[in-house]
């Protein structure tokens, strides 16, 4: 297992990564159309239910006995403020306050179909429409997630 930071040299503390470098690291790695789907879920549950400590150590990769790498299981996922308040990790360039355009301008960054990119904004928008339910059920404080 090896993080993104690590494989980068990156130092996952300092604010003004991209996203989009994460794309071209897992895309280089896996070179996987479902994994990096799958990672651009990731992204839009990162910013659209507020995880602003998205950095480069929080998303790691798998390589395997033959040498084949996978993207490792999502981690460290939680509602975080980040660094001044902004997002760690800046989506196409936006990192105070990005939302669905900037997700669909990542998207197009990175290769990334409107069709699947909208999917994924809604699956995600869709846990957090979830979220209050979840939290009553299971006695946790539901956070209080900023106005756009």
Excluded at 2 to 23: C, K, N, Q
Excluded at 59 to 66: P, Q, V
Aim: net charge negative; hydrophobic share 45%.
């Amino acid at each position: 297992m090896h993080s993104a930071a690590g494989l980068l040299h990156a130092d996952f503390r300092t604010p003004g990564d991209e996203y989009e470098v994460l794309f071209r690291l897992s895309a280089a790695l896996l070179r996987d159309a479902a994994a990096q789907r799958e990672l651009f879920l990731r992204v839009c549950l990162n910013v659209l239910l507020h995880n602003r400590d998205d950095h480069l150590k929080n998303t790691s990769f798998l390589m395997d006995e033959t040498g084949s790498w996978s993207l490792a299981p999502f981690y460290d996922f939680t509602f975080a403020n980040g660094p001044g308040g902004w997002q760690t990790l800046s989506v196409a360039g936006e990192g105070e306050n990005p939302g669905v355009e900037d997700l669909m301008r990542l998207a197009a960054q990175v290769d990334i179909p409107p069709a699947i990119a909208r999917d994924a904004i809604e699956r995600a928008q869709a846990a957090k429409a979830r979220l209050p339910v979840l939290c009553r059920e299971y006695h946790v404080k539901a956070p209080r997630f900023p106005r756009p």
